[in-house]
């Protein structure tokens, strides 16, 4: 059978599909005497926009709309005209959506000029290997882009096999995809390994596919969709993934002058916090919760593999949690390859000090930890389980070993006060030389999370997101079950607390580059040691809006500093001290910890105080926009 595996935008063009490079490798394992081929249109996107509008339309543009533009929906919306055969459908909802909002379109409409003719060309380039079976991979903003594809490939070959999978066909998303898009032969529902070999024996031997789980098939014009199965994946059915086609597209595509190429890993699926305690707000796991993972030694080798065929060293792992036994095997491994990797990866902000030492090492220079807040009371009721105390060490920590992270700032969870916020918008300008958060958001209402499974948590109320107007022709109670955001009333707080957080937040984006605080250590014994106890200490303190001083702690009140460098109450902090062997008069630590924290040097959440010096400058680096001349790919702070 003739397999063609499609990935539509707007798929990254810095990175392959692990979608495809997985099923690939399952299909010529599986089924060997398939013929697979694969279709990049991401890239050829991007290579149509940059040809015909004479290099105005770079993949910095493509980025712009593909990845920063999924909560308005741009990236659907370039589609829909060609879906809906009306190059006006959408144009004036759109309009009277970005005026409310502020938003540009330009970009975006500039764009949607060129569909037609991507869309005209996609066919015919997907034809040309006469397939029997053509396959969409659709995440996001992935789904119009697919369905206008799918649409004319049915138009000029109605006995081709058109199938749908991916994270927008779990659960009544991909019901409501196959129902309302005829065009569309069947849908895989959740994970794939399984379903898409099993359909492709179905269609071998010409009989209906009622025993594959989960699939959405057409019965006559009737939509059926077979129970979906708990069976998850293994791990050790989970292929490495082939990357061949999709190195050849990019190295023979003019695009390749505009990006960093990084190669994508999957470690494990689900989320082990998500399976004790699931963040209210979160969706990102749909119906596949459960946590597996491979064994370390596995992921090693298939890293390994990839980056020796490949030639390249970034390494963006997919996993939304780092498997915690992968800080024994696999992180070790990748410390002592030898290779220079730059990684990526997802991980629980609560890491330790070695933790966050050991990934330096390994090569991750780039960490989403998911900090989302610094108030204890609001983390908690997102059940993420961790402090605000804990997160401020994170970022710290991130500092003293150059490691980026990127984070943003969530607010409006039901129950939260303004209180919640005072104290922390308070004390946001000593945090300026720590990295500072994306922006701050108000959490939207997502598929899957508990947010949306239970409205008794606060949102009651819901309708899908009013973006879908301008990207979908369907009526509401369809797109109920297609979508995976919607509107709810706001929750938590709003007015004057929004307002100052938004502008703490864009203070600290500001200041931060040219901020810093750092903790030095003097000579043991130095003169005027109290105490004679340990080395002193000097602050030495340049933050952007706080007066450029070095401050000098020396006897207990350095040794105090260094503590607070693991977050301690007044009481443990006391304790600890004296157990030193430090004499610390009768509420001299009360007065000083006062001080210390007027002064900015430390975050005090609650009860617990947190040092805020660093031990390390890291280098920053001003990437300069996505489409500029490129820059070397080194840990920023």
Known sequence: MRVRLVTMPWHPIDLP????????????????????????????????????????????????????????????????????????????????????????????????????????????DVLADDPEVVGFTTTFMQNVPSLALAKELKRRRPGLVVVFGGSNCDGPMGHALHRNHPFVDHVVRGEGEYAFPALLRHLDDGTPPTDVPGLCWWDGEVSRANTETRRTVAPADIPSPDYDQWQAALEASPVIEYVYPKLVVEGARGCWWGEKHHCTFCGLNGSAMAFRAKPGERLWSEVDRLVRRHHILDVVTVDNIIDMAYFKDFLPLAAESGWDLRMHYEVKSNLTREQIELLGRAGAVLLQPGIESLSSRVLDLMDKGVAGARNIRTLREFENHSITCTWNYLYGFPGETAEDYASVIEQLPALVHLQPPGGAHRIQLERFSPHFTDPGLGFGKRRPAEMYQHVYDLPEDELADLVYLFDTEDAGVGGTTEAALKRAVEAWITGHPGSSLLMEDEDEGDEGDEGGNGSALSVHDRRHGMPHRTHRFTGWRAAALRRLEDGRTEPALHRLLTGDGHDVPAGALDEWLRHVLSLGLLFRDGRTYVALPTRDLPVRVDRGPADSAPAPQVAAG
């Open 17 to 124: 599909s692990l979608q495809v490079g997985l099923l690939h490798t399952l299909l010529r394992q599986a089924r060997p005497d398939d013929e697979v081929s694969e279709y990049h249109g991401s890239l050829s996107f991007a290579e149509l926009l940059l040809e015909r509008s004479g290099g105005h339309l770079r993949p910095g543009d493509y980025e712009a709309v593909g990845s920063d533009s999924i909560f308005h929906g741009l990236g659907d919306w370039v589609f829909s005209g060609v879906l809906y055969d009306d190059p006006d459908w959408g144009v004036a909802r759109l309009g009277d959506y970005a005026a409310q909002r502020g938003i540009a379109v330009d970009t975006a409409s500039e764009m949607r000029a060129h569909a037609a003719e991507f869309i005209d060309r996609s066919a015919t």
